[in-house]
Each structure stands twice: as C-alpha cells, then as structure tokens.
C-alpha cells in the first residue's frame, strides 16, 4: 500500500525524493506541482479554522535561525542533544554556531513582548504559525512521515493558569474537527508523564493508522508556562492588576504528516465500466484541481474552443482549474482519477447546440449534463 502511494506520488508529481539525480539524500523530500498545491490547500483550511474563524488570534512568521540563547534557554539544546542541526553564522573570524530551529514555537515565545506592547490583546488570545522545522532524526523512515526538514502549522494559545483546562477542550475539538474535514480518522492517545516532551504537563496525541501501523499524526500540549518564564517573560493583567505568566496551549500539526495521512485515507481501488481503476477520493476543499475541463476530441476546433471558453470562465471564478486534452477521455480520466480531481466536464457536439456540458463525478463515474451557466454551482 505504502509502495503505491509513494509510486503515485512519483507518477504524478505530488512528491519526488530530493535531489534524485545525485541518488536523494534521506530524510529530505520535494513536492511537486500537485503536492505543493495539496499542501497550500490544507494550509488555507488550517488558517481559516484555527486563525479567521476566531477573534483572538494572530499570525507570526519567525526565523529559522534565531540568536543561540532562544534554543538553550527554552531546554532544546540539551534535550534534543545531536538531533539538531548546528549551522556557523557568518563568515571569517567573526562566527557564532547557532542552531536550525526544532519546532516553530520558539519564535512566538520569543516575541510576545512584541506582540503585545504592539496589539495590547486582552488574555486569552493565540498566536498562528508556519514554517519549517529541522530534526537530525537518526533514522529518516516511511516517506514523509518522518523526514529531517518538515513543516508544522502551530499555534501557542496564551490563557490565565487557571482556565487552561477549559481551552485545551476547546482546541482538542477544533483540532478533531479539522480532521474530519480533511476525512482523516484520527485516534486521540493521552501521553503518559515519562513519555511527554520536557515541557508538557499533558499531551494527547492524535494518531493516524498509517499503511505501516498507528503512529502520531498530530499532538496537543499544554505547555504550561514554562517558555514564557525561561525567556523571562510576563504580562500584566488587567483583571487583577498583577504581573502574571500566562500558561500555553500548543496545537502543533505536522503538514507532511498531514499529507500522508489525507493520501492514505484518500486511496482507492476499485472497478468502474469493467475496468480497474486506482483514484483519489481527496475532500473537495483541498484537491489540488476542483474541475478539469475536456474537449471531446482535439482535432476539432469548435470543440476546442468551446472547450477553451468553458475553462476560462470558470477558471476566472474558480482558480483551481484544469485544460486537458491529452490522449483519449479514458486515458484523461485516469489521469485526473489519480490526482483526485472531483469533475471532469467534456465539452461534445451537443454542447455546440444546447450548452449543456458532461459532468464527471469521480467517485461513482456517473455522467450528468448540466447546463454550462450552472458550472460554478455544481462545482461549489
Ligand atoms: P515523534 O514522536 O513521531 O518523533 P514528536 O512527538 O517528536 O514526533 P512533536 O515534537 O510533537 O513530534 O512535533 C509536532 C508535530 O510535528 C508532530 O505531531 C508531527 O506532525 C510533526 N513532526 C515531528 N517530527 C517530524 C518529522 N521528523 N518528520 C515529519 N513531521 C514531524
């Protein structure tokens, strides 16, 4: 199963190994047209449920690289031992080792006096993050489970010790609900203390059965305030007039995880018109190609320009769509099949007379004419 997926992947360019030329270099993968339009899809849907959908969050995008003091103050130094990665800033005699950073959180930690001598947010509020993320992991395995440079999409949600409780169930549902979103199974797992990270007083992992077994997909820490008073820093609070420590609750998402987990779920085989077919059945809201858009038959030219006008209409309304005319129909439905494409729309000679379309449903194969005014409706 695992073989099929990354064979797919390859074939159609969602994910190559990195620098294949030179024979790759573990731990280290590069996404491809498809995967890279997957992955800014499930990006947008993680922005809009955990930062729009809300009033109390903000967006951050740290460095990478930070001052050597960050990673030794909050315990990754010493914690993460050879598994981060050293870089030499600068050049000639001046030169300092610093680090490539383990997880995106820092960053937020290290600016929230910036943050809040700039927005003044009243407790509790969060703040967002993308970026990568880079773990000398000793052994590099499973595709993009467990690669040395990842992705995470963070949040560090600030809030008085005392209701930490409270948000910690609010963001455990939003988390499961992203992932049924996404059509993801996942399994809620509570880390028992000795297997926590150094930081947490609870953890629940969100596993995922993967092809190669249950392992983590996500996880959920309350972080306590343990960052925030390594790097010395507090917040006056406004209901009691003192200086207090907020405490931190971390939904931390792994986006390549993410996305092994949507392709694995996403996976299907089965039969259609007596033949076998392999397809993606991937949530609408994420495909990388909501619709592709077919002349009948190439050599036609009032097919095809029809066929070019149906796409930029829809295109100008809908941006993620397709013009294919490679091959046959069949062989451009196999192919739109296998990147998980919902629609397929065939522009044929009645479309001349009645501008009426085929529409393609992915899942089932079935065919509807729909008229072409209706298009963008039908593909909502
Ligand atoms: P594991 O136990 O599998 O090594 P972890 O508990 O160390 O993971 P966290 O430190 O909680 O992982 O990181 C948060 C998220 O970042 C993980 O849930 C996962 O989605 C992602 N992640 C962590 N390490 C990797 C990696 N090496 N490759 C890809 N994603 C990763």
Sequence with gaps: MM?????????????????????????????????????????CLWKQRFVFDREDMFMTDTSIISSPKVLETSGHVSTFGNEIFEVEIGTGGETAISHLRPETAQGIFTDFKNLVDTHHPKLPFGVAQIGKAFRNEISPRDFIFRSREFEQMEVEYFTREKEWEKYFEIWRNIVNNFAIEISVKVHEFEVPEDDRAHYSKRTIDFQFDYPFGRQELWGLAYRTDFDLKNHKLDYLDEESGEKITPHVIEPSLGIDRTILAVLSSAYMEDELGGEARTYLKLPKQIAPVRAAVFPLLKNKPALVSKAREVYTNLKSQISNIEFDDNGNIGK???????????????????????????????????????????????LQ
Excluded at 18 to 28: N, V
């Design 332 to 378: 451009r439905y196999r192919r739109q099949d296998e990147i998980g494409t919902p629609y397929c729309i065939t522009i044929d000679f009645d479309t001349l007379k009645d501008n009426t379309v085929t529409v393609r449903d992915r899942d089932t194969g079935e065919q509807e004419r729909v008229k072409i005014e209706n298009l963008k409706e039908k």
């Design 3 to 43: 073989e099929k997926i990354v064979s797919l992947c390859k074939r159609r360019g969602f994910v190559y190994p990195s620098s294949e030329i030179y024979g790759g270099i573990a731990g280290f993968w590069n996404y491809g047209h498809y995967g890279t339009i997957l992955k800014e899809n499930i990006k």
